[in-house]
């Protein structure tokens, strides 16, 4: 029997809506649109991927979760305990056959044969130290050697996000499926570059169309690689970014002026008391999970919210189990946004009482996805406080916000959603 080898690219924001404008795609391939999942953001697209399980089961509700021991917001942390259940690969992974993740979140201490992530060393005198973390060791290096330079994390998020992220990734990739002793048979990568421009600018903007140009060409490398290497090929979205018609809710702010969210003043910033607050929001996009620890306070936080112009719902318990996103981690209210508005996490609006991190690149101190850094602010040096700079967003699902995958593997049958995408190529690779 013929070994079974897939390499799969998760493309960040590859929406229907985006595929649609792609003038050519690799080899024969043709993309078809699926559902995604619900939030349709990246740590739950990638774990509803790798488990073909719903963020009830897997626990991903967002792209960051709240330690309720710890008393503490949680974004972008990469251990992939974080991810609950079987993996679609395990079968396949038992019977000998290898995998390896690349730029996949949670993905340290994956059971996995090969592991490539970002994992930057952050120093007491403040700035940081570039580095990518691998399985095996030493990989890193091989591949900088391979490629002539090192991963530029600032390509990877934040204003100076680009293109040039993507290409390190793909040349990453074909430098691993040249090194026969690490080489998996069963590889996840990513390409993130689409995604910037289209959060920055919405839709219909001209770098949009250079990116998708971009994209045209990187498909179509990473088509020969797999065709070279004999390798299968399944190109997925994750998620589809509409534009920003409307603005940002800030739920933190209306909770903050009825007393719900609590601060604590320190040299005149107002950092958020976690261990004392009734309530407050940790915002993701167009979905934000809304905690209430104090039980008394969830119909007064109910009530301010629902006042609040921009959110279309307030999800109790009862109603995300509708939408399969009932687990410990999701709030006690999951707020989801109208279309053309998303949810920033500020609470102030005095700039003054802005926290430090406010004006910072700092993905894990922030109580919620900040989309502003992707903008020079002012002073030189920071990043903008503006949010009416952000022009696309998503998280929402329902018609126009389906995702796009295809490639040259042959299903069984047509996916009914993401989850069952997940489940179909574990039956495939184990088939």
Known sequence: MKKKKLLLVQLAAFGANMADRLRRSPGAISFRSVDTVFPAL???????????????????????????????????????????????????????????????????????????????????????????????????????????????????????????????????????????????????????????????????????????????????????????????????????????????????????????????????MAYPDFFSSPAFAMVDHEVAHVFVPDADALERTRDVLNDLAGIGSVLDRAAQRKFGLDHPHSGDLVLVAEPGYWFAYPWWTDRREAPDFASHVDIHNKPGFDPCELFFGWPPGSVSQDTTRILGSHGLTGPGREIAWGGTLDLDQSPKDLADLGRLIGAWLTD
């Not at 396949?92 to 993905?107: D, E, H, I, K």
């Not at 991963?151 to 390190?168: C, Q, V």
């Not at 002793?181 to 990513?190: E, K, V």
């Not at 910037?196 to 990116?211: F, N, P, T």
């Open 42 to 268: 990246t740590c739950t697209a990638q774990a509803t991927l790798r488990t073909g399980a719903a963020p009830s089961s897997h626990g991903m509700i967002a792209n960051g979760v709240y330690h309720e021991r710890l008393k503490k917001i949680l974004f972008w942390e990469q251990a992939a305990s974080l991810v609950a259940g079987p993996r679609i690969w395990d079968d396949f992974r038992a019977a000998g056959g290898t995998v390896g993740l690349m730029f996949w979140q949670q993905s340290l201490g994956e059971a996995a044969d090969l592991i490539v992530s970002p994992r930057p060393i952050h120093k007491h005198s403040g700035g940081m130290i570039q580095d990518v973390y691998t399985t095996p060791s030493g990989l890193y290096d091989r591949l900088c050697q391979r490629i002539g330079r090192r991963f530029n994390l600032m390509n990877y998020w934040g204003p100076l996000a680009s293109r040039r992220s993507t290409e390190w990734i793909i040349e990453s990739i074909g430098a691993v499926l040249d090194m026969p002793d690490i080489a998996p048979d069963l590889l996840f990568t990513y390409l993130p570059h689409l995604d910037y421009d289209l959060q920055r600018h919405g839709e219909d903007h001209a770098s949009v169309d250079r990116a998708l140009r971009q994209l045209e060409g990187y498909l179509d490398r990473l088509y020969q690689m797999a065709q070279q290497k004999d390798y299968e090929i399944l190109f997925v979205g994750d998620y589809a970014i509409r534009t920003v018609e409307h603005g940002a809710v800030f739920p933190n702010g209306a909770l903050r002026i009825e007393d719900l969210f609590l601060t604590q003043s320190v040299k005149g």
